[in-house]
Antibody, heavy 127, light 107 residues
Framework: QVQLKESGPGLVKPSQTLSLTCTVSGDSILSGGYYWSWIRHIPGKGPEWIGYIYYSAITRSATTHYNPSLKSRLTIAVDTSKNQFSVSLRSVTAADTAVYFC??????????????WGQGTTVTVSS | ENVLTQSPGTLSLSLGERAILSCRASQSVSPYYLAWYQQKPGQAPRLLIYATSTRATGIPDRFTGSGSGTDFTLTISRLEPEDFAVYYCQQYDGSLTFGGGTRVDIK
């Protein structure tokens, strides 16, 4: 079955860049049709959507869509050779401390249908 | 941004009771783009319902989603021990937003 797993540093210093990778197993990003997403969750609050990358098997290209509140600091990219996608969030502050999840969206054409999630990874922003 | 407000914040119920969770949107939501998730401590959210009322794979039929426009409801007909968790609604209108959650506790 399809599985996702996040990896990356658990501690990032303020003003630096948070970088995480999600490795997909059991399916190929190259097959297309899904929105590969990042979500973060601060305990006690609702989850916050970060953005997604969509890979088209027809055009063999990717498009991204970001949360407007994070857009100026954000890059989501895909590495099809490794079957991974990644997130980079620049100029982080303590407010970016959260559990970060990667997830698959768009099964059956329904965007907002986040049906498969990684286990999550805690990122703390602190000096 | 379409803000989702969930109520109540906490619901304290006994096993076998019915739970009714509300999600109100600040703008109308397409019925295709309203979903519900369950989250337990230390776990990722789990998709329960998508497209307002369609149960995800493996979700028991005691979970029912309904609603339209700006008002949506998740009903759990008879609470089982594994149902005590936090529930989130989520919408998509070009961007995804989540509600603040409803915690279902054992009374």
């Amino acid at each position: 079955q399809v599985q996702l797993k996040e990896s990356g540093p658990g501690l990032v210093k303020p003003s630096q860049t948070l970088s995480l990778t999600c490795t997909v197993s059991g399916d190929s990003i190259l097959s297309g049709g899904y929105y590969w997403s990042w979500i973060r969750h601060i305990p006690g609050k609702g989850p916050e959507w970060i953005g997604y990358i969509y890979y088209s098997a027809i055009t063999r290209s990717a498009t991204t869509h970001y949360n407007p509140s994070l857009k100026s600091r954000l890059t989501i990219a895909v590495d099809t050779s490794k079957n991974q996608f990644s997130v980079s969030l620049r100029s982080v502050t303590a407010a970016d401390t959260a559990v970060y999840f990667c997830a698959r969206d768009g099964d059956g054409g329904y965007v907002g249908r986040l049906d498969i999630w990684g286990q999550g990874t805690t990122v703390t922003v602190s000096s | 941004e379409n803000v989702l407000t969930q109520s109540p914040g906490t619901l304290s119920l006994s096993l076998g009771e019915r739970a009714i969770l509300s999600c109100r949107a600040s703008q109308s939501v397409s019925p295709y783009y309203l979903a519900w998730y369950q989250q337990k401590p230390g776990q990722a959210p789990r998709l329960l319902i998508y497209a307002t009322s369609t149960r995800a794979t493996g979700i028991p039929d005691r979970f029912t989603g309904s609603g339209s426009g700006t008002d949506f409801t998740l009903t759990i007909s008879r609470l089982e021990p594994e149902d005590f968790a936090v529930y989130y609604c989520q919408q998509y209108d070009g961007s995804l937003t989540f509600g603040g959650g409803t915690r279902v506790d054992i009374k």
